[in-house]
């Protein structure tokens, strides 16, 4: 069976909700499909595994999202395939959906970059499954620890960008603070976290002066280095390193980077870096007419032929533009570049503690006013007033009082 859509979207990230929504608001019919029937904000995942907040704060029901669109079509489902050149999609129950215009964003997965055993063993960050898998993992172990004379718990976190700073940072924290509180500081002090990364510094993209700061507070609250060295094996019962060092752990935290997924492989659309698709500046896909491709799954260039990060940011901004777009397409009017307000760049490394450089003037920002500003702009981009009021109150319960928001109920795999 095949039904036909103006316009179906394929994943509700950021890019895809937000192109979605835009539409939606101009009254043009959508599909939107995802495998989840929620919204995820993904920068604070790592705040969901480490009990900072509830996933309720940052997972929002895609049908409160467009609850006053009657335009978009909400429709939860495994998409088994997108065949880009006859704009089709085919969810995993076997039924076809057609578009006028399709919109692949479908996200990534994890890099592994066929590092032995990663892919087996490593905890990865990408979506609210993960989070609450490490979390419940997390939590099994402290009870075992705690269970233990002499027992300790030791992580590894693989990645030494935003989300591998932002995750050590916040275990560390948790051994710094919550451990002693709630378990014995005899426990906290037996237990340890590890960031490594192949590169001689932390978030590479940042000023020197912004890797300084930051390296010098994750080592403050504890956080042991290893970088300039490669992971080359990951086991159940730790990892061994590209010179040699073997660290015992149970947990190994995977922030080593993204891919496209199998979708994208399979669509017929030719891959560049990283399995992504190289896109026109106008943002949809070379060699067929009527796709876009969006967010993690696309290369995307500013209006100087540079590169664009993998951000939120970018996504929900290439998101609102690929609408404008697609509404010239239907009116028959003229699709434009994509031109990207660069915001900068922002990473939390604990309580009171960020680094953000911010705009194309990179206005650098460290310590309290950096983690107020971070604050700040999260709770912005948080979808929903109720998301916003529980991380909110999340972040006052944690920071001030140190007191986990999340309670972990499942049992660890």
Not at 2 to 25: M, S
Not at 113 to 136: I, K, Q, W
């Amino acid at each position: 069976m095949e039904d036909t859509y103006q316009v179906i979207v394929v994943g509700a990230g950021f890019a895809g909700k937000t192109v979605a929504k835009e539409l939606g608001r101009k009254g043009i019919p959508v599909l939107l499909i995802d495998a989840n029937n929620y919204h995820q904000f993904q920068p604070l995942l790592y705040q969901v595994a480490t009990s900072q907040i509830g996933v309720s704060a940052i997972a929002r029901p895609l049908r409160s999202i467009f609850r006053r669109m009657g335009k978009v079509r909400v429709l939860t489902a495994d998409v088994a395939s997108v065949d880009a050149a006859n704009r089709t999609v085919t969810t995993a129950d076997g039924e076809t959906h057609r578009a006028q215009i399709l919109v692949v964003a479908p996200g990534a997965v994890p890099n592994f970059f066929n590092t032995p055993g990663a892919e087996e063993h490593a905890y990865p960050l990408y979506s609210v499954t993960d989070a609450t898998r490490l979390g419940a993992k997390l939590t099994h172990l402290l009870d075992e620890a705690d269970r233990e004379p002499g027992g300790s718990v030791d992580v590894v976190v693989v990645g030494g960008g935003p989300t591998g700073v932002e995750t050590a940072g916040a275990m560390a924290e948790n051994v710094k603070f919550v451990v002693p509180k709630y378990f014995s500081p005899e426990l906290a002090a037996r237990c340890r976290v590890h960031l490594v990364d192949m590169i001689p510094t932390v978030l590479n993209a940042f000023s020197e002066k912004s890797q300084q700061y930051t390296r010098k507070r994750l080592t403050k609250i504890g956080v042991q280095l290893h970088l300039g060295v490669g992971v080359t094996e990951v086991r159940d019962d730790g990892v061994t390193l590209a010179d040699g060092t073997v660290i015992p752990t149970r947990v190994v935290v995977w922030a080593g980077g993204l891919k496209a997924g199998g979708i994208i492989a399979d669509s017929g659309l030719k891959q560049g870096r990283g399995g992504r698709i190289d896109v026109r500046p106008d943002l949809t896909a070379p060699d067929v007419e009527g796709v876009y491709v969006l967010g993690d799954a696309a290369n995307m260039t500013d209006s100087t032929g540079a590169a664009l990060p993998q951000l939120g940011s970018v996504a929900q901004q290439a998101g609102k533009w690929a609408a404008r777009n697609i509404q010239a397409d239907l009116t028959g009017g003229t699709r434009l570049p994509f031109k990207y307000l660069d915001k900068g760049y922002m990473a939390m490394i604990g309580r009171g503690a960020a680094v953000a450089e911010i705009g194309r003037q990179r206005i650098q920002l460290q310590g309290p006013l950096a983690f107020v500003s971070w604050l700040l702009v999260h709770l912005a981009l948080l979808s929903g007033f109720q998301q916003k009021l529980r991380a909110l109150f999340s972040w006052l319960n944690g920071y001030i009082i140190h007191s986990p928001a999340q309670v972990v109920v499942g049992r660890p795999e």
